[in-house]
């Protein structure tokens, strides 16, 4: 089976999922984005992508987007999914259509000022698990970056939040990521409209997307399982953090 074959393969499967975990939700069933994390491609496979239908790439350098939008370019939308450094923001902030990963004050100025006229949309990442090794704020810092935010005066709009995950056995172990998540959108929702529509979360991964899902997930990353042959189901069973 070619690349393009088995990524259209695994990506009616995780499609499937999805959509059954709307139901069961009792959702809309096209409130879930699937985001491929490009990261894990070659420029061989990031073409199997496009002709397998897949539309949305979530880069993690700033290095990476330059190079790969230069030979891809509108075949897809780009999004920013990985730390974003400050003295990286002027390359990525006028590429990309959200940024999942913003995680300071001062980075949220500096978007403001590399912002192009249009402004730049982005998500708070949100580290829920407290896990040293994973980026974020904690929920008490959220309110401080939205309000740096509304100073920009419409330059960076916040669409939502992001958060990564722990890397568990089972999906199950980590539903409580999700819902801390979605609490923390409803409880800003309300009070932050209509400076921000806070509508989007990303969460949710290769191994525990469809839990992501039933907890409110409108964004979900998918990472090599597209595309890697591996006894049993990767789509469910990777721990790679994909």
């Not at 904690?138 to 995950?165: D, H, I, K, N, Q």
């Not at 959108?185 to 309300?190: H, V």
Request: cysteine-free; hydrophobic content about 40%; charged content about 35%.
């Amino acid at each position: 089976m070619g690349n393009e074959e088995l990524i259209r393969e695994r990506l009616d499967v995780v499609q499937g999922r999805v959509a059954e975990a709307l139901r069961e939700s009792g959702r809309p069933p096209d409130e879930v984005r699937i985001l491929v994390a490009s990261k894990y491609y070659a420029p061989e496979q990031m073409a199997a992508l496009a002709g397998a239908g897949v539309k949305l790439l979530g880069e993690n350098k700033a290095e990476d987007l330059l190079r790969k939008q230069e030979e891809f370019g509108d075949a897809f939308e780009w999004h920013f999914i990985g730390h974003l450094q400050r003295r990286k923001a002027k390359d990525v902030v006028a590429r990309v259509a959200l940024i999942h990963s913003v995680d300071s004050v001062r980075l949220v100025e500096e978007l403001a000022k590399r912002a192009p006229e249009e402004g730049v949309e982005v998500l708070v990442q949100v580290n829920v698990s407290g896990e040293e090794s994973k980026y974020g704020v904690e929920e008490g810092e959220v309110e401080p970056l939205l309000e740096a935010a509304a100073r920009s005066e419409g330059r960076v709009r916040v669409r939502g939040f992001a958060t990564l995950a722990p890397l568990v056995e089972r999906a199950e172990d980590v539903r409580y990521v999700f819902v801390k998540l979605r609490a923390i959108r409803d409880r800003l929702e309300n009070s932050w409209s209509p400076h921000f529509d806070l509508s989007e979360l990303s969460m949710g991964m290769s191994n525990d997307y469809r839990v992501a899902v039933e907890e409110g997930a409108t964004i979900i990353r998918i990472g090599r399982a597209l595309i890697e042959e591996t006894v049993g189901d990767p789509l469910v069973r990777r721990l790679d953090g994909s």
